[in-house]
């Protein structure tokens, strides 16, 4: 993974743009992969030997949306997590 700031994002930006894929942040601080150089929630960037097909975007969720608890509202993260409201 590159990274977003220095001489690693010129490398990358100095790619073919077909072959730039972003990671970032989303919602809820589920994580994605998405195809295309985005400035935008990213945390790094890719660069692949096959480029994305023209007039297409890819997008990869990485995590599950949390649960919310119907009581509170808290967000569960994971079944590990130990949640008890009143």
Not at 20 to 31: A, L, P
Not at 40 to 67: A, K, S
């Amino acid at each position: 993974m590159f990274e977003t700031y220095g001489d690693e994002v010129e490398f990358v930006k100095s790619q073919d743009p077909a072959k730039i894929w972003t990671y970032g942040d989303g919602d809820m601080g589920v994580g994605y992969i998405w195809s295309g150089w985005s400035f935008v929630n990213r945390i790094g960037y890719f660069i692949t030997e096959v480029p994305c097909p023209e007039d297409i975007i890819v997008q990869i969720q990485l995590d599950e949306f949390p649960e919310e608890c119907d009581t509170c509202g808290v967000f569960i993260y994971n079944e590990e997590d130990d949640h008890e409201c009143e």
